[in-house]
């Protein structure tokens, strides 16, 4: 969408499939070209004056309608589609899709197996809280994993409310294989900021990288 008119997505947006088609067909061409088999599928946001109840059916009808066209077209590239739940409280007041309960029912109505929940831990935290229980439940659902601490959206092991290494062993135990996406801001330099990595690896005996001592 337009970024500069205030539109974040356009997937649930009433009156803006043209331009979420073209801008689909777009993002299907930068993800080819560096072999990216993943795209975010942005909703967008609630209609600047309107009501969020009187138009919430409207926009699920759309973005329904606009998450089944873009799963038939990634399907020819074999690609994958995510939604991610973005909260209302601090995030985007405005933003129309802002839990994991919302996404799955969603996903569930559009019924296409190529659609995959892009869990943003911050975002649900924010949100809903009992992370355990919902990267349980939603866990065939996921598609990618997103991360930063709550709520000042800085590094893993910076002051919050989230345990990392803990989930970190949770999602290994439920066997995710994707990536993790560190999607917070560096309270310094970027490289600096990243030493939360080297110690996790260290913690469980690992070179930086992930590889193990023992294997090498």
Known sequence: GDQEAGELGLAAVPGRQAAFRQGL????????AVGCPRIHVMAGRVPLGAD???????????FIENLRYAADLLAQEDMIGLVEP????????RYYLNTPHQAAAILEKVGRPNLKLQLDLFHCQIMDGNLSRNLETYFPLIGHIQIAQVPGRHEPDSPGELNFPYIFDLLESLGYSGYVGCEYAPKGDTLEGLGWLRSYWENRGLQHGGTSKAAE
């Open 25 to 32: 067909a777009a993002a299907v061409q930068y993800a080819r």
């Open 52 to 62: 969020r109840a009187a138009v919430a059916g409207e926009m699920e009808t759309t």
């Open 86 to 93: 973005i909260n209302n409280r601090i995030t985007d007041p």
